[in-house]
């Protein structure tokens, strides 16, 4: 975190590389860092682009989420992204600096639970943060949300019991049966309304978090709220049935107040042989001529920084053998001791010369 060490204002902005600013957007933050303020912060949005997809996210920055972030900032609740955040660097520090939250996946929370555990309050900036990502598709968006709901579970387990009730579908039901049960409406009925003035009423704020004309159609907003709408539990449910996280190119799992734990997942190949079979002759022949005699046993193992490695699968091989070569086939970060003794990093080819026999186990 070199940028951060060196830095010598009292004031630091971080902002993800995808986000699209305009030349006054940091004087509009810095304008909003009043005596009693220590972060400032942006309303997550997407800038035009072509493309459902697009279409889809827009359609979710600019209904579902501002209305849940604007209405927990307005309550008190810390509801921070740090897609674009301006903090004060002394407060930071006095929290262990930026190291302090590396435990973390979520740790623009964290930075700004710090900075409210010390007194200070939070400020939204007048410009939204325009996220301008150069990939993006259906799946890629339902991914994001998934990982942002089983975090959300991991910090907040109050989210597992709010957060259905607060989505379109569900709340026109529960609201539908209750008034079906006092007043005596009509369940579908209410449901068709409820929904319908949810539907307009999102457009609204869409056009309102726009602030201009939308790039997309009416029918495309339609299309796109029904399937954004229809997706929510299929996302809550995928994010109660696996807490692991997958992020950039590696795999979490999530412990209790919100830290993360690096998974390793390696797939090991290993070529046997007979143990007469054993020269770096036979190996090649065995390896690329006509008469493989080649025997396998495949071992997947699932390292932690934590545990041992634990044989999830293996292949059986009958007869005597000699393992000669053993390649890591899957990338991993850093390197994993085997039971072995092995230490294998990523990319490492072992020949018969390298070590004596290793027995599989």
């Known amino acids: 975190m070199p940028g ?25 933050m810095a304008n909003q860092m009043t005596e009693k303020v220590g972060l400032v912060h942006g309303l ?8 459902f997809a697009a279409t889809l996210e827009q359609v979710y920055f600019g209904t579902s989420h501002p209305r849940s972030y ?6 008190g609740f810390k509801c921070v992204t740090g897609m674009s955040c301006l903090m004060r660097k002394d407060v930071l520090d006095q929290a262990g600096g930026l190291i302090a939250f590396a435990q973390y996946i979520a740790e623009d929370y964290f930075m700004a639970k710090a900075i409210a555990d ?44 709010c957060e259905p009730i607060s989505e379109c579908f569900v709340a026109s039901l529960v609201i539908g049966w209750a008034a079906h049960h006092v007043f005596r409406w009509d369940i579908m009925v209410f449901f068709m309304c409820h929904c319908l003035a949810w539907f307009i009423f999102d457009y609204i704020q869409l056009k309102g978090v726009q602030g201009g004309a939308l790039c997309f159609s009416k029918l495309d907003y339609a ?59 036979h190996l090649k022949e065995h390896l690329e001529g006509p008469k493989r005699q080649t025997y396998w046993a495949y071992l997947e193992l699932h390292l932690d920084h934590s545990s041992a490695p634990k044989i999830i699968n293996r292949e059986k091989a009958s007869g005597r053998f000699h393992p000669i070569w053993l390649r890591l086939a899957a990338d991993c970060r850093g390197p994993s001791t085997l039971t072995t003794g092995l230490l294998l990093c990523p990319g ?6 390298s070590f004596p026999e290793i027995p599989l186990v």
């Not at 604007?70 to 309550?75: P, Y």
């Not at 830290?259 to 190949?269: F, L, S, V």
């Open 348 to 353: 490492d080819i072992i020949s018969d010369q």
């Open 44 to 51: 997550p949005y997407v800038a035009d682009r072509q493309g």
């Open 118 to 161: 010390r007194g200070w309050k939070f400020a939204m900036a007048t410009q939204v943060a325009m996220q301008n990502s150069g990939s993006y598709s259906i799946s890629q968006f339902q991914s994001r949300m998934i990982r942002w709901a089983k975090l959300r579970i991991n910090m907040l387990p109050a989210t597992i019991i």
């Open 223 to 281: 299309v796109a709220w029904f399937i954004r709408e229809s997706m929510t539990i299929y996302i809550f449910l995928s994010a109660l049935w696996d807490p692991t996280i997958s992020w950039r190119t590696g795999r979490y799992r999530l412990r209790c107040g919100g830290t993360a734990e690096e998974i390793i997942d390696i797939m090991i190949k290993v070529f046997l042989f007979h143990r007469h079979d054993n020269s770096s002759e």
């Open 4 to 28: 951060y060490e060196v830095a010598k204002y009292d004031l630091i902005w971080i902002c993800d590389s995808g986000i699209r600013v305009t030349p006054d957007t940091l004087t509009d």
């Open 70 to 75: 604007i209405s927990a900032n307005l309550t």
